[in-house]
């Protein structure tokens, strides 16, 4: 069963940091482009970064630039979100995805053909 599952998530005060982990197992995702996600209720789910699967390029929400750093470590199957200076407007449910490729639709939910379960973020005041 191929799968990603996300973990580090939790409640933090504002200005703190987080980092979180998405894994894959079932198969390898070293040749995939990842992103990460974040959804609040009742709204849509909104591209927060993305690593091409060499590492080599990484691209940013302007909402998170300078304050989230996507890493990954492909030996490990491993997708990395650091989160620095956290506001409490970061609070969603932050998810991962894999794409074969996804070319300059990196920000786009539908180019992804895998999704984790979510973990959620929550940014006290």
């Known amino acids: 069963q191929v799968q990603l599952v996300e973990s580090g998530g939790g409640l933090v005060q504002a200005g703190g940091s987080l980092r979180l982990s998405c894994t894959g197992s079932?198969?390898?995702?070293?040749?995939?482009?990842m992103g990460w996600f974040r959804q609040a209720p009742g709204k849509e789910r909104e591209f927060v970064a993305a690593i091409r699967w060499s590492g080599g390029s990484t691209y940013y929400a302007n909402s998170v630039k300078g304050r989230i750093t996507i890493s990954r470590d492909n030996a490990k199957n491993t997708v990395f979100l650091q989160m620095n200076s956290l506001r409490p407007e970061d609070t969603d449910v932050y998810y991962c995805?894999?794409?074969?490729?996804?070319?300059?639709?990196?920000?786009?939910?539908?180019?992804?053909?895998?999704w984790g379960q979510g973990t959620q973020v929550t940014v006290s005041s």
């Open positions: 079932g198969r390898t995702f070293s040749r995939d482009d």
């Open positions: 995805a894999a794409a074969g490729y996804s070319g300059s639709r990196y920000d786009e939910r539908e180019i992804y053909d895998y």
